[in-house]
């Protein structure tokens, strides 16, 4: 993906509350992943090498939990191991914590890389999103996700992932420019 059109780190001005409230985050940042039937925290030293093809080619990544992980246990009890791993923080954490000025960041995305069985063969599937800003590839699932609203109509609080169509969801965020 072309790089001319992001944003230029080095040109954007932070607040000092902005800088400290980045730091703070850092600080608290859950590496919890579910491995071999347990939650167990990785730590800043559990970086794990994926093969995200493409340009990407092979990366480090960091565990991130989010909490929408959680219930997969429960409704899919076969699972093994899950995890969401983030990479590529170097360069505005050099810039917030040590000060530098940042180059340009990479096109934002996200891949899902999954092993399992399938009729008695192992099986993976991959699902690469892409979108070169990142604002974009935040707000479109959301959008997404409300244009399945009349279908979903559940009382009370539901996490995105979770209630979902997951083929029309992915369709729709294509058809609004997200790069699969």
Same mark, same amino acid.
């Given at each position: 993906?072309?790089?001319?059109?992001?944003?230029?780190?080095?040109?954007?001005?932070?607040?000092?509350?902005?800088?400290?409230?980045?730091?703070?985050?850092?600080?608290?940042?859950?590496?919890? %992943?579910?491995? $071999?039937?347990?939650?167990?925290?990785? /730590?800043?030293?559990?970086? !794990?090498?994926?093969?995200? /093809?493409? #340009?990407?080619?092979?990366?480090?990544?960091?565990? =991130?939990?989010? #909490?929408? *992980?959680?219930?997969?246990?429960?409704? %899919?009890?076969? *699972?093994?191991?899950?995890?969401?791993?983030? /990479?590529?923080? $170097?360069?505005? +954490?050099? =810039?917030?914590?040590?000060? !530098?000025?940042? +180059?340009?960041?990479?096109?934002?995305? @996200?891949?899902?890389?999954? @092993?399992?069985?399938?009729?008695?063969?192992?099986?993976?599937? !991959?699902? !690469?999103?892409?979108?070169?800003?990142?604002?974009?590839?935040?707000?479109? &699932?959301? +959008?997404?996700?409300? =244009?399945?609203?009349? #279908?979903?109509?559940? &009382?009370?609080?539901?996490?995105?992932?979770?209630? +979902?169509? &997951?083929?029309?969801?992915?369709?729709? =965020?294509?058809?609004?420019?997200? @790069?699969?």
């Amino acid at each position: 993906m072309p790089h001319d059109s992001l944003t230029v780190w080095k040109t954007l001005e932070f607040s000092s509350v902005t800088l400290e409230e980045f730091t703070r985050e850092l600080m608290d940042f859950d590496t919890t %992943i579910y491995h $071999n039937g347990q939650w167990v925290q990785q /730590g800043w030293t559990g970086f !794990r090498a994926f093969d995200f /093809g493409g #340009e990407f080619g092979q990366q480090k990544a960091m565990a =991130m939990m989010l #909490e929408e *992980l959680r219930p997969l246990p429960q409704l %899919i009890p076969d *699972l093994k191991e899950i995890g969401f791993y983030v /990479g590529s923080f $170097n360069p505005m +954490v050099d =810039m917030v914590l040590k000060g !530098r000025q940042a +180059v340009q960041p990479p096109a934002v995305w @996200h891949y899902l890389a999954v @092993h399992g069985v399938k009729e008695d063969q192992p099986h993976t599937l !991959r699902l !690469r999103i892409a979108h070169d800003d990142g604002y974009v590839l935040t707000a479109v &699932p959301v +959008v997404a996700a409300l =244009m399945q609203y009349e #279908e979903i109509r559940k &009382p009370g609080l539901w996490m995105q992932g979770l209630i +979902v169509e &997951p083929v029309r969801f992915f369709d729709d =965020m294509k058809r609004m420019g997200i @790069h699969a």
